[in-house]
């Protein structure tokens, strides 16, 4: 397969978008979904740390929840 390379700026590149049928621009937005996920995910977990808790202490509460809804089950049978 024969390539070219073109230069464009974001306004000429916006404009080719805009003509493609919506299959085209499907698949364009998903391959920028996939390319982007992973640097948004890293992104989200920087900014959702904390010192605050410990695996430990998470761990914790999670077999306390857990302990509490099985009693309210077995209790409720």
């Known amino acids: 397969m024969k390539t070219i390379s073109i230069e464009l700026d974001k306004s000429q590149f916006v404009k080719i978008l805009n003509k493609l049928d919506e299959d085209d621009k499907l698949e364009i937005f998903n391959e920028l979904k996939k390319s982007l996920f992973l640097k948004r ?28 809804r099985y009693e309210n089950r077995k209790h409720s049978l």
Request: no cysteine; charged share 30%; net charge negative.
């Open 41 to 68: 995910f890293n992104n989200l977990l920087k900014s959702t740390k904390t010192n605050e808790l410990s695996i430990e202490e998470i761990t914790m509460e999670v077999e306390s929840v857990r302990k509490q």
